[in-house]
């Protein structure tokens, strides 16, 4: 059975936009630790890890087959939603020991960005799912 064309299209539009925000956030991440956050202790090793698994998760947003990418849309948004869930966390009660101000320079736009690649990322996965069940 031949996919619907303008689902391929959609899911295409959504595969673009949530590598784009999953590998910005990846970048935020790096960006904040080669700007000092490597020296914090646990959180320097943490944003390091994200920053890398982030870009990593947009390129595998991008190199998986049609057929296999509900499952790491999913992962990725689990992934993004758990990023955002640390820094409500520090900024808050603090995480390993670390407090963020909401003042700090990429807090807001970090926020907004991964909030809507949550967003995005459940859409899709959702999409490709429908896709996946539909074939069979």
Known sequence: MATDPARRAAVLVLRSAAAGLTAT????????????????????????????????????????????????????ALFTAGTLGALFLSLTTGLFGFEESADAELVRPTVVVEAVDVLVLTTLAVAALGHRHRRR
């Open 25 to 76: 956030t990846g970048a935020i991440h790096l960006a904040l630790w080669a700007d000092g956050y490597r020296d914090l202790a646990t959180i320097g090793s943490l944003f390091l890890l994200n920053g890398v698994l982030g870009c990593l998760l947009a390129v595998a947003l991008l190199l998986t087959p049609y057929r296999g990418l509900a499952p790491v849309a999913a992962v990725t």
